[in-house]
T-cell receptor
Framework: GNSVTQMEGPVTLSEEAFLTINCTYTATGYPSLFWYVQYPGEGLQLLLKATKADDKGSNKGFEATYRKETTSFHLEKGSVQVSDSAVYFCALRNDYKLSFGAGTTVTVRA | DTAVSQTPKYLVTQMGNDKSIKCEQNLGHDTMYWYKQDSKKFLKIMFSYNNKELIINETVPNRFSPKSPDKAHLNLHINSLELGDSAVYFC????????????FGSGTRLTVV
C-alpha cells in the first residue's frame, strides 16, 4: 500500500534560518507528490507538487524535488520568516486517494 | 468566491445527537472527499465520491453516512455522536487524475460534550 513518512516535529527555527523537512514514501506505480501547509486555525493549502521523477516543485521560496531512487520529496526553504510558522504535510496520490504524512509543526521565532 | 465551502465552521453538540456537515464546491471538480483530522493533526480519509458514486469508503463506523446529491455537493451525516468523534472534519475536491492535488475547505470543528 501507499504510505508517507515525514520527520517528526516540532521544529523551531530563528528567522532567516534554513528549513528542511524530510519526507519519504512507499507506493506502487507512479504517484504524484505534494506538500501542503496548514496555518493555525485554517484548512490545508497546496504549497507545491511534482508529478514525475526529477520534477522540482517550487512556490513561495519553498522547493522539493521528486527523487525516485531514494523515494523522497524533501521540502526546503533557504530563509524562513515568522509567517512560515505552520504545519507542513507531505502527501502522495495514486488514483483517487491522497495519503498524508503525520505533519511537521514548524515555529519560526523573530 | 470560496472554492470549497463547508458549514458549519463550529459545531458543539451532546453525545447521542445526530448532526450533519454540508460541503459545496464550485470548481467543477468531479471528485469530493471527507477527511478527519485528530488532535495530533493526523489526517485520515473517510469517504470519496466521484460523480455521485462512492469510490472510497475507509474503515469508518457506520454511524457516519455520506450523501452526494450532485457532483458539487457532499454532505456528512453522523448518528449517535460519541466523544471520540470530536475532531476537525475537512471536505475537499479534485479532478480525478492523480496529477491534481485536492482543494480543501476550511474545516468544521466538531466538539461532542
Amino acid at each position: 500500500g501507499n504510505s508517507v513518512t515525514q520527520m517528526e516535529g516540532p521544529v523551531t527555527l530563528s528567522e532567516e534560518a534554513f528549513l528542511t523537512i524530510n519526507c519519504t514514501y512507499t507506493a506502487t506505480g507512479y504517484p504524484s507528490l505534494f506538500w501542503y501547509v496548514q496555518y493555525p486555525g485554517e484548512g490545508l493549502q497546496l504549497l507545491l507538487k511534482a508529478t514525475k521523477a526529477d520534477d522540482k516543485g517550487s512556490n513561495k521560496g519553498f522547493e522539493a524535488t521528486y527523487r525516485k531512487e531514494t523515494t523522497s520529496f524533501h521540502l526546503e526553504k533557504g530563509s524562513v520568516q515568522v509567517s512560515d510558522s505552520a504545519v507542513y504535510f507531505c502527501a502522495l496520490r495514486n488514483d483517487y486517494k491522497l495519503s498524508f504524512g503525520a505533519g511537521t509543526t514548524v515555529t519560526v521565532r523573530a | 468566491d470560496t472554492a470549497v465551502s463547508q458549514t458549519p465552521k463550529y459545531l458543539v453538540t451532546q453525545m447521542g445527537n445526530d448532526k450533519s456537515i454540508k460541503c459545496e464546491q464550485n470548481l467543477g471538480h468531479d471528485t469530493m472527499y471527507w477527511y478527519k483530522q485528530d488532535s495530533k493533526k493526523f489526517l485520515k480519509i473517510m469517504f470519496s465520491y466521484n460523480n455521485k458514486e462512492l469510490i472510497i469508503n475507509e474503515t469508518v463506523p457506520n454511524r457516519f453516512s455520506p450523501k452526494s446529491p450532485d457532483k458539487a455537493h457532499l454532505n456528512l451525516h453522523i448518528n449517535s455522536l460519541e466523544l471520540g468523534d470530536s475532531a476537525v472534519y475537512f471536505c475537499a475536491s479534485s479532478q480525478g487524475d492523480r496529477g491534481y492535488g485536492y482543494t480543501f475547505g476550511s474545516g468544521t470543528r466538531l466538539t461532542v460534550v
